[in-house]
Each structure stands twice: as structure tokens, then as C-alpha cells.
């Protein structure tokens, strides 16, 4: 789909005419279907627009998850690659080779407001910064219909054995306990990756020794779990029946109407909530996969996705002038505003003070010290392409969860190996 029409826009509210506002340069995007991806595109460039009429916007999006990753790798690999691009930071950054295709940003104004943990997740092994942030941090974990909660008596777990015993509760009261959404296939992670917190909380070096290869998820038992997690709750009978089929979209509207009780995922699914069940926005609480120590209760989280500007851009100075806009703390702030839904990584950047209720159950994450943690893609450069249909073969019944580790470490090798890792 594309969409061009910023342009215009910006040309009817300063009285031009459209032949005048669609001359010069037409910058080509492309970001993902997410509702807070457009939401945040939408704010800054018609803000953009109206301060220059003579730039517009071309804007192609793309799916989601491992289709997704594909389509960006292709199109640098071609040169077909619009002059920006939307895509994640962290270790899937590091295997499109940043260093040949994405251009160097480090000499942008702006780039001395980012704060440095992003700026980390974006450094190619130059150190050179490449990509700006575009939306907020986000965590992983699980909504849950707060109604639910309220009507069969149960508090937010802080253990995976509460976890367990609410899912019960709520499967006895004749209600989905958990939605899964199988037909989105990297909802299936969920339960493997935002179990980090827990695992770093059992084997600090874990993410070191990882990247070095002395260590897999089949022979760590911390690292492990989060797969036997994905096998328990299968297994348990918690799921909606169609869960093979369902979709994210499904997954949160499930959670938001009260057609089930929870709904493990990123919390950028705040924006779909805003977008499609505005009414259920203050229905739905979040918190943390839980783990196995209550007073050691933490959140796993995301660095947000970033927009990087392609090295065979056509319009490169123009697209960094447009990027120099983003990452201001004005720039900044129009994407708060119309996706208040986590921290945001711009110096001075705050969020609006009355924010949707998962959100507030999130930030006391951040907040307090020493109850969130880096996703493991954000720690080390390995992460396997297979792990989200991993994942469904075990939430299906077709893999155990220890068969499962042991073919996700097999994965991880060979993106180990094209990184050119040592000890590999």
C-alpha cells in the first residue's frame, strides 16, 4: 500500500496550490503495518510538510515478523530499497551487513539528544550511529483483561506458578484464559523472549557467554524455560480454540473485549487497542512474564525500532534533514503524543501525563532500579530467523520444548557463523 499524500496536505492548510507542494523532492518510506508505526509516521511528517512544502512523502508498508525481515534484506541486497526504512535495532540491525548498506548518521544535530543506550543498538561494528528511534521502548510481556480480574478476585501474578494458578481459575470459569495467535506467527516468541529478565536474574553471563558459544538454551535450564513455558500453558488446554489460525489484530481484541483473559506480547499492542477498542483502552492491565522468585520480578524490554537511511538513497541529504527532524525533542513529542505507550529515548522527551493503563502498569518497571532488562537480541548479535516457527511447533504439540531449544541453538548457529563470529 502507499500512501502519498503529506504533501498535498501541508499545501490546502498554506493556501498553495498542489502542482506547488508536490515539486522538489519526494521522499520514499517504508515502515511496517503496525498501528503505532503509522500513527507515529502520520505525526511527524505532516508536521514536517508544513514547516517544507516542497518535500512529500511516498510511503510503502511492509508485513511484520520473519516475511518482513525478508522483504528488507531484499530489497538493500537489490538496491530497491526506498531512501528510508523502518526496521528493528539490536541483533537484527547487525545482519544487514549496516556497515555496506545503511548510511552513517552520527553527524545529524540531533543525534547528541539520543541517549547512548539506543545509540548502542544501532552502531555498526564501526561504531558509527545508523539509525534514529522511532516510537517508544517497549516491553514484553503479557496484557490482561482487567474486568476479568476484578470479577474472579485474581491479583497480577509475580511468579509463573501464580501465573498458572490464574489461568486455571479463569479456564474453571468457563473463559479463555489465554489468547494465542498462531496465524501471526512471531507472537509465538513471546513466552521464549520476554522470559529474559528471569534468565539474566539466574545466569548473569549468560548473554556474554552466548555470543562466545559456551553456553545454549537446550543445556541452560533458566534459558530453557521459557520454551517448557510455551509447552505448559499448550498443554494445559488455556488456549481460544482457533489460536492456530487467530491473528495479532484477533489476539488483541480478545484481551480488550474480555473474550479472554490474556495476551502475551509487546506492549506496541497498546496502539492497536487505541486504534480499534478505544472504549477497553483503561480495561487492559500488563505485567511482566513472571518468573520463579516473586521478590525478583522484572521486565524484559525492547530498544524501539529505528529508521535508517539506505547508502544508495536518491534524495540522501534531504532524507537526513527529515531524520535531523525525527530524533529532535520536537519531533520527539509529536510521537509521544499520538503514541503515548512507553519511555521514549530523546533527551527532555516525556510522555503525556495521562497515559492508558498498561502503560502505567509498565513504566514502574523502568522506573525502579533493577526490575528491567534488555531483551537478549539487544545483548548479543545471535539470534536465530526460525525461532517464531520454532515456537509454534511447540505451542501445537509438534516439538517438545527440549526438542525445540535444541533446534533453535542449531539456528542460531548458522546466523552465528554468516556474522563471522569467534568460536563459532
Not at 506547488?20 to 508505526?37: H, Q, R, Y
Not at 543498538?121 to 516491553?139: K, L, W
Amino acid at each position: 500500500m502507499r500512501m502519498t499524500r503529506y504533501g498535498i496536505v501541508a499545501a490546502s492548510m498554506l493556501g498553495l496550490s498542489a502542482s506547488a507542494a508536490w515539486a522538489d523532492v519526494t521522499l520514499g518510506i517504508m515502515i511496517d503495518t503496525n498501528p503505532e508505526s503509522i500513527a507515529s509516521f502520520d505525526a511527524v511528517s505532516k508536521a514536517y510538510s508544513e514547516k517544507h512544502p516542497d518535500v512529500t512523502f511516498d510511503v510503502e508498508q511492509r508485513a511484520g515478523g520473519s516475511e518482513g525481515d525478508n522483504i528488507v534484506k531484499t530489497r538493500l541486497a537489490t538496491g530497491e530499497m526506498p531512501d528510508i526504512f523502518q526496521y528493528n535495532s539490536g541483533s537484527l540491525f547487525q545482519a544487514l551487513k549496516p556497515e555496506q548498506t545503511i548510511a552513517d548518521l552520527s553527524d545529524l544535530p540531533s543525534a547528541a539528544g539520543i541517549l547512548d543506550t539506543f545509540k548502542k543498538v544501532v552502531s555498526a561494528s564501526d561504531g558509527h550511529v545508523r539509525g534514529i528511534p522511532f516510537g517508544p521502548a517497549m516491553g514484553g510481556g503479557i496484557f490482561y483483561n482487567r474486568k476479568i480480574y476484578a470479577e474472579l478476585g485474581l491479583q497480577p501474578p509475580k511468579t509463573w506458578a501464580d501465573f498458572i494458578a490464574n489461568n486455571q481459575k479463569i479456564k474453571a470459569a468457563g473463559k479463555v484464559a489465554l489468547a494465542q495467535t498462531y496465524g501471526t506467527t512471531w507472537t509465538s516468541q513471546i513466552f521464549v523472549l520476554a522470559d529474559f529478565f528471569n534468565v539474566q536474574s539466574e545466569v548473569p553471563n549468560f548473554a556474554k557467554d552466548y555470543t562466545a558459544n559456551k553456553v545454549k538454551y537446550a543445556t541452560t535450564p533458566a534459558a530453557l524455560r521459557g520454551f517448557e513455558h510455551v509447552e505448559e500453558v499448550a498443554k494445559a488446554g488455556f488456549f481460544n480454540e482457533d489460536f492456530g489460525a487467530a491473528t495479532f489484530d484477533d489476539g488483541m481484541r480478545m484481551v480488550s473485549t474480555g473474550e479472554a483473559a490474556h495476551y502475551p506480547s509487546l506492549t506496541f499492542g497498546i496502539g492497536n487497542i487505541q486504534q480499534n477498542f478505544p472504549d477497553d483502552l483503561q480495561d487492559v492491565g500488563f505485567f511482566a512474564v513472571p518468573g520463579n522468585d516473586a521478590a525478583k520480578n522484572g521486565l524484559t524490554i525492547w530498544m524501539p525500532a529505528a529508521l535508517y537511511l539506505s547508502a544508495k538513497a536518491e534524495h540522501l541529504e534531504e532524507a537526513k534533514k527529515f531524520l535531523d527532524f525525527v530524533a529532535s525533542k520536537e519531533g520527539c513529542e509529536l510521537m509521544a503524543k499520538a503514541v503515548p505507550s512507553g519511555p521514549y529515548l530523546i533527551k527532555g522527551c516525556e510522555l503525556p501525563k495521562d497515559v492508558p493503563q498498561a502503560v502505567s502498569d509498565m513504566l514502574p518497571y523502568f522506573e525502579t532500579e533493577g526490575r528491567a532488562g534488555p531483551a537478549l537480541e539487544f545483548l548479543s548479535p545471535v539470534k536465530g530467523p526460525a525461532l517464531e516457527q520454532i515456537a509454534v511447533e511447540v505451542g501445537t504439540g509438534i516439538r517438545s520444548a527440549k526438542d525445540a531449544a535444541a533446534l533453535y541453538d542449531q539456528d542460531v548457529e548458522k546466523q552465528a557463523k554468516q556474522l563471522g563470529l569467534p568460536n563459532w
